[in-house]
């Protein structure tokens, strides 16, 4: 009898600790759902490149033609490349089944979304343990730096990308040796579908698949197949979608199509500046990556894969392979810091990837993430460990709670999409017929319009205008020259100054309607 009375409290603090996560968990799930979900078209507003990329799967449905338009045509590069049919297609059919909507595509691209946390999550498990697992996909949701909640909810190749990435990892993990050449057969064809969806991205994986073959060959000595088949199908894919862009989508020659896709894939990944190298480095040295935690992080987490094996808790397995998502890593990072115009987007993998090496870093420090055991060794005279561990573990609950918070309350509070409320003010008040310059491509996907665009090639002068201060874009394109009946300006056009208002005023137009970021200009009558 003694010992079923004693049994009870243990057994009801056990029950209490099993319902406690039961609520956490379905506590945790409600957040994913309302930060994936809620107010889907109004937060983030469409803007350039969303407006851009939903042309294509437009024009597939609407037309039968891969490609982007304007008043003069098709445009076959330009978002075509931007963002590969591994996203447009998915849309395509949405479209094709539910009608054409911006909450159609971004419910697909929500799906690819789940899709990245889910193999993220799954991976950093894999190679770290469940709670780092929980406490990396937290970091990688709720850091203001990675944004992979924002850029999940658009149109765009960020997270897609990384969902074919991570899940690619995965397999290539969970095998290893163990790999039969059909398994990394479709390693190669998960990291090749990656690269197709975002350019970027073959300059990352790529080179850190030739350095990590490069390692095996000199330190990790497993055979080579476990390396090269990846990497030959992974290069196979890519070149495959690269030949099919050159010679299907465009209308003029094979070496005129190159000419076309080079100066388009030449944008801002070769700018060498050091100002943007300074505003760069600014901006991983923030509070906004991991609560200036990053590169502490990464020192650590390089220490620690140098260190002998006996002094890590991990398998030979595990270092292996966190060694190449840490070269990843590195290698994204550096190129977004020497090489590109400083914009944050384009250190999303190395920046997403980093949230396992902090998460490694907190769980080193902080036992496991367990503040009974750091009370215990605060006691017990272990004070700098103790005390040091629960400091850490505060660090760490501000740096996912607190932007947490913000992140739900910014979509909480979203207003309504000022270019959605534009397309309703189009739709009253100008003909269909009307020739509209503009270049806000979002307001081509929500109405039917006739827009004109500012030629394609003079998306990479805009970007060089903005950041390096060269030619005006407004010196180089006069829109005047083909008379529209109406001149629209949003955030990107504003943003640019691509029409200016004296020369509209000059040309005669004037300002017939204001809403939120645009303005309606009408060509006066003669």
Not at 67 to 86: F, K, M, N, Q
Not at 122 to 132: E, F, K, M, N, V
Not at 426 to 431: A, I, L
Not at 477 to 487: G, K, M, N, S
Request: glycine share 8%; no cysteine.
């Amino acid at each position: 009898m003694m010992t079923s009375t004693t049994s009870q409290p243990g057994q009801e603090v056990e029950r209490i600790g099993v319902w406690a996560k039961r609520l956490a968990v379905a506590v945790a799930a409600l957040l994913i759902l309302f930060l994936f979900f809620y107010n889907l078209t109004d937060y983030p507003k469409t803007w350039f490149d969303e407006g851009s990329h939903l042309h294509v799967p437009k024009a597939l449905v609407t037309m039968g033609v891969y490609a982007d338009y304007s008043s003069e045509g098709l445009r076959h590069y330009g978002p075509t490349i931007g963002v590969g049919p591994t996203v447009m297609l998915p849309i395509a059919a949405a479209f094709h089944f539910f009608g054409i909507g911006l909450l159609q595509a971004r419910l697909v691209m929500v799906l690819y979304l789940a899709a990245a946390t889910l193999w993220m999550f799954l991976l950093a498990r894999h190679l770290l343990g469940l709670r780092s697992a929980l406490v990396a996909t937290a970091l990688l949701l709720a850091t203001p730096a990675i944004g992979m909640v924002e850029y999940g909810r658009q149109v765009l190749g960020e997270a897609p990308g990384l969902a074919f990435m991570a899940a690619g990892f995965l397999l290539w993990f969970t095998r290893w040796r163990r790999s039969r050449w059909w398994e990394l057969t479709s390693v190669g064809a998960l990291l090749g579908l990656s690269v197709v969806t975002k350019y970027q991205y073959l300059l990352v994986l790529g080179a850190t698949l030739l350095v990590a073959w490069g390692l095996n060959w000199l330190f990790f000595k497993l055979p080579q197949r476990i390396f090269l088949i990846p990497g030959i199908v992974t290069a196979l894919i890519f070149g495959a979608w690269q030949l099919f862009t050159l010679v299907y989508l465009g209308p003029a020659t094979i070496g005129e199509n190159l000419a076309m896709l080079r100066e388009f894939t030449a944008g801002a990944a070769a700018v060498f500046s050091p100002t943007l190298m300074m505003r760069a480095l600014g901006e991983l040295f923030s509070a906004k990556s991991f609560l200036w935690t990053l590169f502490p992080a990464l020192l650590y987490a390089g220490y620690a894969l140098l260190r002998p094996p006996g002094k890590v808790n991990l398998s030979q397995e595990q270092r292996q392979q966190l060694a190449i998502l840490y070269l990843l890593t590195l290698i994204n990072l550096s190129w977004y810091v020497v090489a590109s115009v400083s914009w944050l987007r384009y250190a999303f993998v190395g920046l997403a990837f980093s949230a396992f090496f902090v998460a490694w870093m907190f769980r080193d420090l902080t036992a496991n993430f367990s503040p009974i055991r750091l009370w215990q060794a605060a006691q017990r005279g272990r004070r700098a460990v103790g005390y040091g561990g629960l400091a850490a573990l505060l660090w760490l609950v501000v740096m996912i709670a607190a932007p947490a918070a913000r992140l739900t309350w910014t979509i909480a509070s979203a207003p309504p999409d000022d270019s959605a409320q534009m397309a309703a003010v189009m739709n009253r008040q100008v003909p269909l017929d009307a020739l509209v310059e503009t270049w806000e491509p979002q307001m081509g996907f929500l109405t039917d319009h006739r827009y004109h665009y500012p030629p394609q090639l003079l998306l990479n002068r805009a970007v060089r205008q903005v950041w390096l201060g060269e030619t005006p874009v407004a010196e180089l394109y006069d829109f005047t020259e083909l008379a529209p009946d109406f001149v629209l300006i949003g955030e990107f056009g504003r943003w640019v100054n691509v029409y200016p208002v004296e020369r509209l005023q000059e040309a005669g137009y004037e300002r017939v309607e204001a809403l939120g970021q645009f303005e309606l200009y009408r060509r006066r009558t003669p």
